[in-house]
């Protein structure tokens, strides 16, 4: 998707006010007072609230399923070499946009919800079924578990990544961690690790 430097600052000024206060929390003045721009800008590059949002949506889940069939398609790197890239993967991609994987949770957790997220749940339909298949041949290949719950591999992935993000505060005490760029160097290492441990021992026969 080609977006030009306003409507990416557009994005990136809606994108923190929509994490910080909720959508509807958040107008589109807001918005504007914020990036320092004329509303009639936003109306002109977006159309509206909910279709900046949308254009948010697909603009950070681009690309994702190609790099998730770069890792699988490498048939010369075992299973499990694989699998721990994958899991790289997805942890470096929710951390970096965290935000926005924030907004789309609030959003859909509300009863009330006017936001359908069509293209986020399309999106996460073929990047699982892209792993589902990953999975599968492991399996045929006997490397990995045959009773695997294999649609929960991804919430297991997210939960574990969001549980330590929403009690960051007291991770930070727990490891010393005292600023972001220690937080993104535990992302990285101990807590990526501590995921492709726990998926290994649900997945394959390792001990």
Not at 38 to 58: D, Q, R, T
Not at 122 to 147: I, P, R
Not at 191 to 204: M, N, S
């Amino acid at each position: 998707m080609q977006l030009n430097e306003k409507q990416l600052q557009i994005i990136a000024v809606a994108e923190k006010l929509f994490a910080e206060n909720g959508f509807t929390g958040t107008s589109v003045r807001n918005i504007a007072k914020e990036a320092g721009i004329n509303v009639a800008m936003i109306s002109y590059y977006f159309g509206s609230k909910e279709k900046l949002l949308e254009k948010m949506v697909v603009y950070r889940m681009a690309n994702f399923k190609i790099d998730l069939i770069s890792v699988i398609d490498q048939e010369d790197t075992s299973y499990i070499e694989r699998l721990d890239q994958l899991i790289t993967l997805f942890v470096n991609r929710i951390h970096e946009n965290q935000r926005i994987y924030k907004i789309i949770h609030t959003e859909l957790s509300k009863d009330s919800a006017c936001l359908t997220f069509e293209h986020y749940i399309d999106q996460k339909k073929e990047n699982y079924k892209t792993l589902e298949s990953f999975v599968l041949k492991g399996q045929k290949a006997d490397v990995f578990k045959e009773n695997v719950e294999i649609p929960l591999i991804i919430p297991t992935l997210i939960g574990v990544y969001f549980h330590f993000n929403y009690n960051q505060e007291y991770f930070n005490q727990l490891y010393l961690i005292k600023n972001a760029k220690q937080t993104d160097s535990f992302v990285k290492t101990t807590l990526t690790k501590h995921i492709q441990t726990t998926l290994k021992a649900l997945l394959t026969y390792e001990n």
